[in-house]
């Protein structure tokens, strides 16, 4: 068995080891972290779910009922009833014809790219998709091309090109994750109907927080008819856990036959997907979360502005990346933070382009803007 003790030597001698703390949850945006009681800026329950009573019934009821464990993967027997009222619960409210669970919207990703693309098709990847996009377009075997969505035009060259044959596919985060941007949908869009080619989105950061109806980025932009595939997660503003895929109902069957990460998985609790189809009914009946979530974040926006402070330009909603330029900056500047009382994600180069190290600051509808305001005067002071 070989050792890996030089490897993390490396790794802690460049300042990028990383250990996972053990944190405890608290109502009110706030949490638990070395016996400390801090203020959470690092969640991604942006509408504060995770927590709330009308789930956490719901989850419980189904755990007395049916137990914890789903005991097989779908196909086989772990599809139950609560699976199957989710995935009707997902379609309507997406407005789509059909919709699919997977175990988590990392495994969504792998597995949808995975089985919908192969060695003659071409995937044109945006250079700040999520980890899990770059997985699936590898894992798919297919041509693999990045582009920079700053940098639409280089996109419609590869287009163009006779290399890049078969199908053609634009995949792409709707919100990207460290920078708080939507993509540019519409142009994407336009781009791939003119060269024939199919776009697919991962919302993960948009359901349930852009959009009227708060079906994310797509609706946000207007080009939920345009994209052939939406993929999303339950894992964030909807407060619990899983991953979907939501278009057709004969994308949905041929995933069910050929996406290997929901084929060889078991399924999700039945108890979370009791839970989630229960956040779904809030999103749609409480549209104020979402009115509050953009105005905290753009009373955020407007405090660290006022500071002087850099926040990454052309981004929207609860995501706020405030930039530090060099790694251990971020990492000094979260550390006097939580000193004061806020827990803040630093993050680094590989995840963002050296030069960029950042705080990203997940504000949720828990928060209000008194402890905006109060984090915003922190980051200052512990910047100087
Ligand atoms: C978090 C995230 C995922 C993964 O979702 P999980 O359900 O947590 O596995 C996929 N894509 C993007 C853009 C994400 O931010």
């Known amino acids: 068995m070989p050792s890996h003790a030089d490897d993390l030597a490396h790794l802690e001698q460049s300042g990028l080891l990383r ?23 690092t969640t991604n329950d942006y509408l504060d779910l995770a927590g709330d009573e009308r789930l956490v019934e719901a989850a419980v009821e189904v755990v007395r009922t049916v137990g914890v464990g789903a005991r097989a993967s779908a196909l086989v027997s772990g599809r139950t009833e609560h699976h199957e009222r989710l995935e009707d619960r997902i379609a309507r409210f997406e407005g789509t014809e059909a919709a699919m669970l997977f175990p988590t919207g990392y495994a969504a990703n792998v597995g949808t790219l995975a089985a919908l693309t192969g060695p003659d098709d071409t995937l ?38 006779d290399e890049n044959s078969g199908e053609r596919w634009i995949v792409t985060d709707g919100v990207f994750s460290m920078d708080g941007k939507l993509a540019p ?74 996406a290997g990460t929901q084929i060889y998985s078991t399924a999700l609790p039945p108890a979370v997907c009791a839970a989630a189809a229960v956040a779904f009914d809030v999103i749609e009946q409480e549209p104020e979360r979402r009115v509050r979530l953009q105005e905290l974040s753009a009373f955020l926006r407007g405090q660290l502005a006022e500071l002087g402070l850099e926040v990454v330009r052309g981004g929207a909603g609860p995501i706020v990346p405030v ?40 504000v949720t509808v828990a928060h209000d803007e008194n402890v905006l305001s109060d984090l915003a005067a922190a980051v200052r002071d512990a910047s100087r």
């Open 323 to 362: 930039l530090v330029g060099k790694s251990e900056t971020a990492v000094e500047v979260g550390r006097r933070l939580e000193e004061r009382g806020f827990l803040v994600s630093a993050i680094r180069p590989p995840t963002v382009p050296r030069g960029t190290a950042r705080l990203r600051v997940s």
């Open 19 to 41: 250990r996972p703390r053990t944190v405890t949850p608290l109502a009110g945006g706030r949490c638990v972290v070395d016996g400390r009681e801090l203020w959470n800026f």
């Open 124 to 161: 044109l990847c945006d250079r700040l998709n999520h980890a899990s996009l770059v997985e699936g377009c590898r894992s798919s075997g297919a041509r693999f091309r990045v582009y920079r969505h700053t940098a639409i035009d280089r996109l419609a060259r590869e287009l163009g090109s």
């Open 185 to 258: 949908l519409v142009e994407l869009c336009d781009r791939a109907e003119q060269y024939g080619a199919a776009v697919l989105v991962d919302d993960a950061h948009g359901t349930g927080v852009f959009g009227t109806g708060g079906r994310g980025a797509c609706e946000h932009l207007g080009v939920e008819d345009r994209v052939a595939v939406r993929v999303g997660t339950l894992s964030k503003a909807v407060g619990t856990l899983g991953g979907f895929v939501v278009g057709s109902r004969s994308l949905v069957e041929w995933l069910r036959n050929a």
